[in-house]
């Protein structure tokens, strides 16, 4: 299970400090362009990650937790900025 663990929660934190990086650097026009970015780099790193590991078993799962957590850090950061 650790190795689980190991395989999500970067990404997630990773997702987390991209979305204060960019609420804190980027202009008000830019941050939604900018968060998309960290999304898509999510993405990569996920597969990256999973790669790097070599276990094939619940690989849908480690991956789809990944995505599914960084998509839901972006989106709250994307209703943050809305109301800023």
Do not use: C
Request: charged share 10%.
């Amino acid at each position: 299970m650790t190795w689980q663990k190991w395989s999500v929660v970067p990404v997630w934190l990773l997702s987390l400090a991209g979305a204060i990086i960019i609420g804190i650097l980027a202009t008000a026009d830019m941050r939604v362009t900018w968060l998309a970015i960290t999304l898509a780099g999510a993405v990569v790193l996920t597969f990256v990650i999973q790669i790097l590991i070599h276990r094939k078993e619940r690989f849908v799962a480690r991956a789809t937790a990944s995505i599914v957590g960084s998509l839901a850090v972006v989106a709250a950061a994307t209703a943050i900025f809305a109301f800023i």
